[in-house]
Nanobody
Framework: QDQVQESGGGLVQAGGSRRLSCTAS????????MGWFRQAPGKEREGVSC????????YYGDSVKGRFTISRDHAKNTLYLQMDNMQPEDTAMYYC?????????????????????WGQGTQVTVSP
């Protein structure tokens, strides 16, 4: 089944850090732009960050800019999200996905339209 797998979630105190990972066994993630998204209970899914396949360009939502860093390791076929200075409002289920329409960096911003191969997500909870 073509799907990504997220990991690295957990409980962290406000001001702390966490690194999420995203990999796939049947997909070559290196061929695609990739994105991170999150969804808190009762809220719509929100685009967090995306990165182009070449790693030359990265984009962030306003709520995480300056605190989160997206990166990728082509040798490991893995996408990362380093989250620093985390706040309770960062509590959500975090997902990664493949950008099939090359939306990353375009007028589409961090819309989840055109993303596919969603994983099950990894829960991140930030305590005050």
């Amino acid at each position: 089944q073509d799907q990504v797998q997220e990991s690295g979630g957990g409980l962290v105190q406000a001001g702390g850090s966490r690194r999420l990972s995203c990999t796939a066994s049947r997909l070559n993630l290196n061929e695609y732009n990739m994105g991170w998204f999150r969804q808190a209970p009762g809220k719509e899914r929100e685009g967090v960050s995306c990165i182009t396949w070449s790693r030359e360009s990265t984009y962030y939502g306003d709520s995480v800019k300056g605190r989160f860093t997206i990166s990728r390791d082509h040798a490991k076929n893995t996408l990362y999200l380093q989250m620093d200075n985390m706040q309770p409002e960062d509590t959500a289920m975090y997902y990664c996905a493949v950008d099939l329409t090359n939306a990353c960096g375009t007028w589409l911003g961090l819309s989840d339209k055109g993303y596919a191969y969603w994983g099950q997500g990894t829960q991140v909870t930030v305590s005050p």
